[in-house]
């Protein structure tokens, strides 16, 4: 059972019924990957409600157009259709839809904002969808604070000092940890509206970023939730411990929420993380801590040249592609220095959850390198 089933079976509840909980939140985080330009009304537009939104969504896309996206998140739009059809969801309130893309900035962000019948605000940053770029982007919160996260804060400031309603922030991915930051950047005044903060399976961040009083003032509003093969949720510093959860899928495929598994109005819990998580964790600290910024660049520019070697967009294609796009990094991996190499091919144990099983299999030994 996922949060689609969820949604289906409890979708008759109000929240004043069933109060709000964990599987709601992702739910919501998720409602902000839909491409809703040009629909949701931006600041100082007024106010539209889940189902409004959902029906002029499909009036405007047809099928043939949602299918061509291939990422994680092409169920999304059916997600919110499911939703505007429940009772729990479909009167919730949109506004402060804001959607900014800046290439020369390296600036994507996208947030709402989703009042509720029980008096609150969900507040739902986007996240990064399984397109190989948007992941790159992730890495790169490594070397401190990037354009999407002022621009969170900012959001936050704005949206938070004019509500009336105490706020609940969240997302997914990316989005997880623009919740973070906004919450901990903004003013004091939205701070005290703040209920509770959602990372869901998000990055973390570099550790001087870590040091503010906010951080310790705003910690124990703050869940964190991870499926048990996180990769994307265990990069870089955390401050506080995680949620370990089931997923249905294996591997990097983990992070996709729609594999999250739902019982009642809760995840399935998990002892603790996998092995490949641990293995990845240990290893990208270990490159982390060993290097300056110019050369974490320089190592993010190369783990990433591997990935994008198939000429596929996203992760899901990556791995769909079996050994012909893993004969491609391999020989895209020719290239890198020995030190790197050895790093890169832990590393892709993270990403691709049979890649030690093609990297032995003995039709690749064409590969120069691999044969010694």
């Not at 079976?9 to 409602?31: A, C, H, K, T």
């Not at 479909?90 to 996208?110: H, R, S, T, W």
């Not at 974490?296 to 294609?317: H, K, Q, Y």
């Amino acid at each position: 059972m996922n949060f689609i089933d969820y949604i289906q079976w409890r979708g008759d509840l109000s929240l004043v019924q069933s109060p709000f909980n964990e599987v709601d939140n992702l739910i919501l985080s998720y409602l902000s990957y839909v491409n809703l330009d040009g629909i949701a009304p931006g600041p100082g537009e007024g106010q539209m409600t889940v189902k409004e939104i959902s029906d002029c969504f499909f009036s405007i896309y047809m099928e043939e157009d949602l299918k061509r996206d291939k990422s994680f998140i092409r169920m999304t739009p059916y997600m919110m259709k499911d939703m505007a059809d429940s009772r729990r969801f479909g009167g919730a309130v949109i506004q402060n839809y804001v959607n900014k893309i800046e290439e020369d900035a390296v600036l994507q962000f996208c947030a709402l904002e989703i009042l509720l019948e029980d008096g609150t605000s969900y507040i739902s940053f986007r996240g990064t969808d399984d397109t190989i770029v948007g992941w790159k982007e992730d890495f790169q919160l490594c070397n401190g604070v990037v354009p999407a996260e002022k621009e969170a804060a900012a959001y936050l400031n704005l949206v938070g000092g004019q509500s009336k309603r105490p706020l609940r922030v969240g997302g997914h991915s990316k989005g997880g940890n623009l919740a973070i930051y906004a919450s901990v950047d903004c003013d004091e005044t939205v701070q005290e509206k703040i209920l509770e903060i959602f990372n869901n399976d998000g990055p973390g961040f570099a550790k001087e970023v870590l040091d503010t009083p906010a951080l310790a003032r705003m910690c124990s509003k703050m869940k964190r939730i991870i499926p048990e093969s996180s990769v994307i949720g265990m990069l870089l510093e955390h401050v506080t411990e995680p949620v370990i959860i089931k997923s249905s899928q294996k591997g990097i495929l983990q992070h996709d929420g729609f594999s999250w598994e739902v019982l009642g109005r809760s995840f399935v819990r998990c002892e603790e993380r996998s092995n490949m998580s641990r293995v990845f964790d240990k290893t990208l600290r270990g490159w982390i801590d060993g290097m300056e910024p110019c050369q974490r660049d320089d190592f993010i520019n190369a783990l990433f040249s591997v990935l994008e070697a198939p000429g596929v967009m996203t992760l899901t294609e990556l791995q769909d592609g079996g050994v012909k796009n893993i004969r491609a990094m391999l020989r895209q991996m020719e290239s890198l220095t020995p030190e790197s190499r050895k790093i890169v091919e832990e590393l892709l144990k993270g990403f691709i959850s049979n890649w030690t099983e093609y990297f032995t299999n003995r039709d690749l030994m064409d590969v120069p390198w691999h044969r010694s």
